[in-house]
């Protein structure tokens, strides 16, 4: 019988040393290694119960079984999911403290368990105490509904527990609290937050309900604990936005019964959370027109439309180098973009610092934002405005092109939705001109970046 020993294993993404060390070389992370308990009987050691048994393989074709879904009652929430929640689905929930994971889940749990078919919804809380959750429900007004509550962290009394319950959705809040008693280490460490995953699945997908796994994030904003926690479970939820502003956005970052990157909209008000139908309207609520470095970019998130705007300040710098602050988008696309006016527009841009923020708090990755960006920050150096009616959307090459992007005509009939007549956009593709852009409003082709200066002349 091989002999316990310890391991070193560091707790911002699992990886393990032989001995202690500052830094993670796996990560880069300082201070984040720690000792931990290992061992028993090697696999070498250990002797089968009993001879595996031949597993059986079928075609791909064959009976395709309906998803049942159940719905929360929020429809930000069910878009996000894929239509609702399926039954033995595990959802990993993350986001920045006070975000607002714990205001959404209690939000959702009491919809359901409200729901005709009086669905039974537990809510298993490790970081507070009964009255601290049931403080919060009589502030959402959700005192009434049959929502089980309880207060627990050990996973072999809740699994106990949920073995002899007929539950339909189960929430654990958070998975950094919950414990083993046979694994050798605290709380929220690597080993622990492995197994305590593997129990409480395996359990979600034998009895059949969903499970919502809340769980923290390092500073970095990805989740804290072993990379392989994603990919046990079947669907990972970010929880993002600003804790002093009103909106969150719920991102889907994987699903395997929906759509990747689809989000949610949700406005934090007194009440709790409040779903947002109709996000581009309210993202530029607050939009002024005539004012020289912003522009309106129309966007696509998941399945989903949005046009937000998309603010740019170029002002001369006080300093050696320039400086360049960027909220809601990739600092270094915003350095290829302005390299590329440098270069092909010749713009003089060295001398200048350029700041650009996303309004509204949203982050946007796709590619498609950079003529939006490009142009706004061209109307700042020039101190020219675009037309307030006017919308923008294609990607920049490094040799000055301008590229297509996917679904033109959803954006456009967005944007036509909202009342803008006139849009930017990258040449339609020739496939596409059978069918057009399905839109009544002014489109300008842009084939090179070259061409943008012309409109501010």
């Given at each position: 019988m091989a002999k316990k020993g310890t391991d070193f294993v560091c707790q911002n993404c699992g990886a393990v040393y032989p001995k202690w060390q500052g830094k993670c070389d796996a990560c880069g992370e300082w201070n984040t290694i720690v000792e931990e308990q290992v061992g028993g009987e090697g696999f070498s050691n250990l002797t089968p119960k009993h001879k595996g048994k031949m597993i059986d393989f079928v075609p791909l074709t064959g009976a395709e079984e309906n998803l049942e879904?159940?719905?929360?009652?929020?429809?930000?929430?069910?878009?996000?999911?894929?239509?609702?929640?399926?039954?033995?689905?595990?959802?990993?929930?993350?986001?920045?403290?006070?975000?607002?994971?714990?205001?959404?889940?209690?939000?959702?749990?009491?919809?359901?368990?409200?729901?005709?078919?009086?669905?039974?919804?537990?809510?298993?809380s490790g970081e507070e105490a009964i009255d601290q959750v049931r403080i919060r429900a009589k502030r959402l007004g959700l005192e009434k509904a049959p929502v089980h509550l309880a207060s627990a962290t050990d996973i072999r009394d809740i699994v106990a527990t949920l073995e002899k319950a007929n539950a339909n959705v189960v929430i654990i809040d958070s998975i950094q609290t919950m414990y083993l008693e046979d694994v050798e280490s605290t709380p929220g460490s690597v080993t622990q937050v492995r197994a305590c995953?593997?129990?409480?699945?395996?359990?979600?997908?034998?009895?059949?309900?969903?499970?919502?796994?809340?769980?923290?994030?390092?500073?970095?904003?990805?989740?804290?604990?072993?990379?392989?926690?994603?990919?046990?479970?079947?669907?990972?939820?970010?929880?993002?936005?600003?804790?002093?502003?009103?909106?969150?956005?719920?991102?889907?970052?994987?699903?395997?019964?929906?759509?990747?990157d689809e989000i949610g909209v949700f406005e934090m008000q007194d009440q709790g959370l409040v779903e947002v139908e109709n996000p581009s309207a309210l993202f530029l609520a607050e939009r002024q027109g005539n004012i020289s470095g912003s522009c309106v970019f129309a966007g696509i998130e998941g399945s989903r439309p949005v046009l937000v705007e998309i603010q740019a300040l170029v002002s001369p710098t006080g300093y050696a180098s320039p400086k360049r602050a960027v909220v809601g988008w990739d600092s270094n696309r915003l350095a290829m973009v302005l390299a590329v006016l440098e270069a092909r527009c010749g713009m003089n841009l060295s001398s200048q610092d350029v700041y650009l923020n996303i309004a509204g708090g949203l982050r946007i990755t796709e590619p498609a934002a950079d003529l939006a960006v490009a142009m706004a920050v061209i109307s700042s150096m020039t101190n020219k405005p675009l037309p307030h009616d006017m919308v923008i959307f294609g990607e920049i090459g490094l040799s000055g092109?301008?590229?297509?992007?996917?679904?033109?005509?959803?954006?456009?009939?967005?944007?036509?939705?909202l009342g803008f007549a006139s849009c930017i956009v990258p040449p339609t593709h020739s496939k596409d001109k059978k069918s057009g852009l399905h839109t009544d409003m002014n489109v300008y082709e842009i084939g090179n970046v070259q061409r943008l200066i012309n409109w501010f002349n």
């Amino acid at each position: 019988m091989a002999k316990k020993g310890t391991d070193f294993v560091c707790q911002n993404c699992g990886a393990v040393y032989p001995k202690w060390q500052g830094k993670c070389d796996a990560c880069g992370e300082w201070n984040t290694i720690v000792e931990e308990q290992v061992g028993g009987e090697g696999f070498s050691n250990l002797t089968p119960k009993h001879k595996g048994k031949m597993i059986d393989f079928v075609p791909l074709t064959g009976a395709e079984e309906n998803l049942e879904r159940l719905s929360t009652g929020i429809k930000e929430l069910d878009r996000v999911c894929g239509g609702g929640l399926v039954a033995g689905s595990v959802i990993l929930v993350g986001g920045d403290p006070g975000i607002g994971k714990s205001t959404l889940l209690l939000q959702a749990c009491a919809k359901v368990a409200e729901l005709p078919s009086k669905p039974e919804v537990f809510y298993i809380s490790g970081e507070e105490a009964i009255d601290q959750v049931r403080i919060r429900a009589k502030r959402l007004g959700l005192e009434k509904a049959p929502v089980h509550l309880a207060s627990a962290t050990d996973i072999r009394d809740i699994v106990a527990t949920l073995e002899k319950a007929n539950a339909n959705v189960v929430i654990i809040d958070s998975i950094q609290t919950m414990y083993l008693e046979d694994v050798e280490s605290t709380p929220g460490s690597v080993t622990q937050v492995r197994a305590c995953s593997y129990e409480l699945i395996k359990l979600a997908k034998r009895k059949g309900f969903t499970l919502f796994v809340v769980g923290h994030v390092t500073k970095q904003g990805s989740i804290a604990g072993p990379r392989v926690l994603e990919h046990m479970v079947d669907t990972v939820l970010y929880f993002e936005g600003e804790r002093g502003h009103h909106f969150r956005i719920l991102r889907a970052v994987k699903n395997r019964f929906g759509a990747t990157d689809e989000i949610g909209v949700f406005e934090m008000q007194d009440q709790g959370l409040v779903e947002v139908e109709n996000p581009s309207a309210l993202f530029l609520a607050e939009r002024q027109g005539n004012i020289s470095g912003s522009c309106v970019f129309a966007g696509i998130e998941g399945s989903r439309p949005v046009l937000v705007e998309i603010q740019a300040l170029v002002s001369p710098t006080g300093y050696a180098s320039p400086k360049r602050a960027v909220v809601g988008w990739d600092s270094n696309r915003l350095a290829m973009v302005l390299a590329v006016l440098e270069a092909r527009c010749g713009m003089n841009l060295s001398s200048q610092d350029v700041y650009l923020n996303i309004a509204g708090g949203l982050r946007i990755t796709e590619p498609a934002a950079d003529l939006a960006v490009a142009m706004a920050v061209i109307s700042s150096m020039t101190n020219k405005p675009l037309p307030h009616d006017m919308v923008i959307f294609g990607e920049i090459g490094l040799s000055g092109e301008i590229r297509a992007v996917t679904q033109p005509s959803l954006r456009l009939k967005e944007a036509q939705k909202l009342g803008f007549a006139s849009c930017i956009v990258p040449p339609t593709h020739s496939k596409d001109k059978k069918s057009g852009l399905h839109t009544d409003m002014n489109v300008y082709e842009i084939g090179n970046v070259q061409r943008l200066i012309n409109w501010f002349n």
